[in-house]
C-alpha cells in the first residue's frame, strides 16, 4: 500500500535522522550492496519511492531494511537472500548539491 510522504519531518540533528522521511528531509542517500564472495551487486536506493511504499516513519536500520531488498544475481542463482548490507551517505558529493543539479537539468533540455 503506498503511503503519503509530505511533509516531511524537521531534522535537527541531521546525525540523530534514523527513518525513511528524516533521511530524505536530511539528504541522505542509502546504497544497497550484495556481500555474496563474487558478485558485489549493488545499487542505490531511491528513497522517495522505498518511504512511498513502508512510509517516512519507517526505519533505516539494516534489520528494518533487510526484510524488503534481495540480490536478483543471486537469487537466480539460488543463493541466500540473507547478505544485504546498507551504507548511508551524507549529502557532500556534487551531486547531492540541488542548485547544481538544478542548473544541470535545465542546461540539458
Ligand atoms: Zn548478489
Redesign the pocket.
Known amino acids: 500500500m503506498l503511503q503519503t510522504i509530505f511533509p516531511l519531518p524537521s531534522v535537527e540533528d541531521p546525525d540523530a535522522a534514523s527513518t525513511l522521511g528524516e533521511y530524505i528531509a536530511v539528504g541522505y542517500q542509502v546504497r544497497a550492496r550484495?556481500t555474496?564472495a563474487g558478485?558485489?551487486?549493488n545499487v542505490n536506493l531511491n528513497l522517495v519511492v522505498v518511504a512511498r511504499y513502508l512510509g517516512t516513519g519507517h526505519g533505516t536500520k539494516s534489520e528494518d531494511l533487510e526484510p524488503y531488498f534481495y540480490?536478483p544475481?543471486?537469487r537466480e542463482s539460488g543463493?541466500a537472500d540473507d547478505?544485504i548490507v546498507f551504507t548511508r551517505y551524507a549529502p557532500t558529493a556534487p551531486s547531492c548539491n540541488i542548485s547544481h543539479r538544478w542548473v544541470a537539468d535545465r542546461s540539458a533540455a
Do not use: G, T
Request: with cysteine; hydrophobic share 10%; glycine share 0%.
Open positions: 550484495c555474496h558478485c558485489n551487486h540480490c544475481s543471486c543463493l547478505n
